[in-house]
């Protein structure tokens, strides 16, 4: 009985429902929820947080990325089934007073025009994009100063 009171007590806050409705239509990260919301990365993470704890939300990591979508009745406690069954028939049919959805479509247009996150950006460019390149630089400018040689050896090598 207390899973439900705490459920229900999440449920109370606005922000948690348009959270809980996006995430129920398509998994989202925080950037992204952000964008939709107009709040502070802090609050969202917050408000994930909490519904987390709940076990109301999973999450799935994508690189450097962590997508949240809405928690399988299998993974609640079994006393949260029914209430769960519905609560997801009532966040497909509720009102968007807010717009949320309108962004929610502007943002998904946006990952798909931007083919993807960072990591498939690095993925794809040739090698003076990848990641470490920063490094590497540093490492050899460092190595100049203390073996010239070794320097030269790898500009010979290009």
Wanted: glycine share 6%; aromatic share 6%.
């Amino acid at each position: 009985m207390s899973s439900i009171a705490q459920v229900l007590r999440l449920l109370g806050d606005e922000t948690r429902l348009r959270i809980l409705i996006l995430v129920s239509q398509t998994p989202l990260n925080v950037s992204e929820l952000t964008t939709i919301l107009g709040m502070a990365q802090s609050g969202i993470s917050r408000h994930l947080s909490h519904l987390r704890k709940m076990k109301l939300l999973q999450e799935r990591k994508e690189g450097i990325w962590t997508f949240y979508q809405l928690a399988q009745k299998e993974s609640l406690d079994s006393e949260l089934h029914l209430l769960w069954s519905y609560l997801q028939e009532q966040l497909a049919s509720m009102k968007d007073p807010n717009n949320d959805r309108v962004r929610l479509h502007e943002v998904l247009r946006q990952r798909e025009i931007s083919g993807g996150g960072l990591n498939e950006r690095l993925s794809n460019q040739d090698n003076r994009g990848l990641p470490g390149r920063v490094f590497w630089e540093y490492y050899w400018g460092r190595t100049a100063c203390v073996n010239p040689a070794l320097v030269q050896e790898r500009r010979s090598l290009k």
